[in-house]
């Protein structure tokens, strides 16, 4: 009897000890079903979205297409009673934007508090201001800084700016944007007491092929407009004559286009005949080159 009672109970053993590995490698497949259930809906929230941004409803796309549509918006930047806070509604879908539009169906009204507003979208090829009402904007810090795929913005000639008083790092970091129309931009209410002013405005532009100034755009500070200092650049009207980026001065409103300088260096090195060595020595030449336009202005 003992014997068989021994039986039995390593037969209960083992029984128990395959159940309970097979409940973990249920809990186990449950709990992987459930971690990709939540990735694809966390994934459906990021590619579309809705909200509003003060009395302006937004729709964001399953195909990465932002649409802000008329009606006031509330400050980018604002004070809760925590910290100061930055951002957009949409700021949490910056990685799944890669299109703006805003007022198709009407005015959108810019708040005062714009700063960062555009920041750091690294996804956004392309923004159309098709009715915007920017009048009462104050800060406009960091604007589009950081949208290093941004290649297109139409509409900016809305923009009127009377009464900001910032407007550092601008278009900073924009490597692939090529124009920039900123023929209705009035810079005479910048502080340059205030942060930078106009600090770093076009930095690592690299991309420009035109720009377009208004007669009422100047450098706070500076009687220069101060251009992006890889390339000289020259007046539509006066291709012949090329202006340095720190030494421009000049009659707006006008439209510039670079030109850039290819460098070509002969290597020095040697060569033994006869016993006899010759070395040549390096040879550097210039050639200056027009920078086309590739995009215009709609």
Not at 27 to 56: E, K, P
Not at 79 to 92: F, H, I, K, L, M
């Amino acid at each position: 009897m003992e014997g068989l009672y021994k039986r039995k109970r390593k037969v209960m053993e083992r029984s128990w000890g395959a159940g309970a590995l097979w409940m973990y490698v249920l809990l186990t497949i449950c709990a992987m079903m459930y971690v990709n259930y939540r990735s694809n809906m966390c994934t459906v929230q990021a590619a579309s979205a809705n909200g509003t941004w003060g009395t302006c409803t937004w729709t964001l796309s399953e195909d990465g297409v932002l649409t802000v549509n008329s009606g006031t918006g509330e400050d980018v930047e604002y004070v809760d009673s925590q910290e100061r806070r930055y951002g957009t509604p949409w700021s949490a879908y910056s990685d799944n934007i890669k299109e703006m539009i805003f007022g198709m169906d009407g005015t959108v009204v810019f708040p005062k508090k714009c700063s960062d507003m555009f920041k750091a979208y690294t996804k956004c090829e392309k923004i159309t201001f098709h009715n915007v009402d920017t009048g009462t904007v104050t800060d406009m810090e960091n604007m589009f800084e950081d949208c290093e795929e941004l290649k297109t913005i139409l509409g900016l000639e809305q923009f009127h700016t009377d009464k900001v008083t910032i407007m550092d790092n601008f278009f900073s970091n924009c490597t692939k944007l090529s124009a920039i129309d900123l023929t209705s931009f009035d810079t005479s209410g910048v502080n340059v007491d205030a942060s930078y002013g106009m600090g770093d405005f076009f930095n690592n532009n690299t991309a420009l092929q035109k720009i377009c100034f208004g007669d009422h755009f100047t450098f706070k500070g500076s009687t220069a407009i101060e251009l992006p200092p890889y390339t000289k650049w020259y007046k539509e009207t006066d291709p012949a004559t090329l202006i340095s980026y720190d030494q421009l001065s000049i009659t707006r409103p006008v439209c510039l286009s670079p030109f850039f300088t290819m460098t070509t260096t002969r290597f020095s090195g040697s060569s033994s005949r006869g016993g006899q060595s010759s070395t040549s020595s390096n040879r550097t030449k210039g050639i200056t080159v027009p920078r086309r336009l590739i995009t215009s202005f709609c």
